[in-house]
């Protein structure tokens, strides 16, 4: 039993990281953040009245918790895995050690109240957790036979995606920066920043905002592009599939970037800019994870009619 349900547990948890991520930019961007100045209770008790800012910043912790709750129970039905894949278990250990981890960097960004650098670890952390996740729920899945590929597309298929999700990693954490340094308002016109291609980088702000921007360009020609070889390729129309999703996240996602600028930092756009982001990183490794190695198939072994 525990073969066909650990699977579905990998998988709920990437939704419900995607979930968590979501409800931590809405705390941040309804300014919620210290509405709990102590931590891990909230004004002394773990059942505090949520009402405004409390509301937000006790459920995101209540949220956490339930996640972590969640991965812990895949965990345990995984470690039958053990004996024909050990790394499934493994890896499953290692995301509860680095759960951990990230919820004492949320409780140092509350009792430190919120230093730049921890809070920007944090959402690095819970990246880095997403990843992680994606890759259990996709390794675990029942995979799909292998496609038929020459040499080197399936490999050169999957680099691109493992370039991407780096990208879009890197991108996120300067978003983080951008989001904790208040440099969200460094820039509050389009498709200029202050009034210039490349403004003057006279202080942090500036400079953090205008790099995640630019890195914005590359990121979505990198996931464009994969967007193009993955259709110009031999693969899975899953894989294709997949690709088109993140195409169409990483348009969203430049989208919602202009809109948080011209509604100058509006709660809705703000906090589906990071869900967005979130769901794009997922969707990249996932492709990365999916991806088979390429194999090339020699006519004698192609049935007739097949080829």
């Known amino acids: 039993m525990s073969s066909v349900l650990h699977p579905r547990a990998f998988r709920a948890s990437v939704y ?36 405004g800012g409390i509301f937000w910043e006790h459920l995101h912790r209540l ?18 895995e053990s004996a024909d894949r050990p790394w499934v278990f493994k ?17 140092l960004t509350v009792l430190y109240q919120l230093p730049d650098l921890v809070s920007s670890t944090h959402l690095a952390l819970a990246f880095s957790f997403l990843a992680l996740a994606t890759v259990m729920a996709t390794a675990t899945a029942e995979a799909p036979p292998a496609p038929r ?25 300067l978003g983080a920066l951008v989001r904790h340094m208040d440099a969200g308002v460094a820039c ?12 003057p980088l006279v202080n ?41 999703v993140a195409a169409a996240l990483v348009l969203t996602q430049v989208g919602l970037g202009v809109a948080s600028v011209i509604t100058v930092l509006a709660v809705a756009p703000v906090s589906l800019h990071t869900l967005v982001a979130a769901s794009l ?21 192609v049935p007739a009619g097949v080829a």
């Open 63 to 80: 949220v956490a918790g339930g996640l972590l709750l969640l991965w812990g129970l895949a965990t345990w039905l995984a470690r039958k």
């Open 149 to 173: 590929t020459a040499d080197g597309e399936g490999t050169g298929l999957r680099t691109w995606a493992v370039v991407a999700a780096a990208m879009v990693f890197v991108q996120s954490v």
């Open 91 to 107: 890896a499953a250990v290692a995301g509860v050690v680095l759960l951990l981890v990230q919820s004492v960097f949320g409780g």
């Open 16 to 51: 419900w990281t995607l979930g968590l991520l979501f409800l931590g930019s809405v705390v941040h961007a309804t300014g919620s953040s210290l509405a709990c100045p102590d931590w891990p209770t909230c004004y002394g008790t773990m059942v505090p009245e949520m009402t």
């Open 188 to 199: 509050m016109d389009f498709p200029l920043c202050l009034g210039r291609v490349v403004p």
């Open 204 to 244: 942090a702000p500036i400079t953090v905002h205008f790099l995640h921007r630019a890195l914005a360009v590359v990121t979505t020609a990198v996931v464009l592009a994969l967007w193009v070889r993955a259709h110009r390729t031999e693969t899975s129309p899953r894989i294709r599939t997949w690709a088109t």
């Open 281 to 301: 990183l997922a969707a990249l490794v996932h492709i990365a994870t999916a991806i088979h190695p390429a194999r090339r198939v020699s006519p004698a072994a």
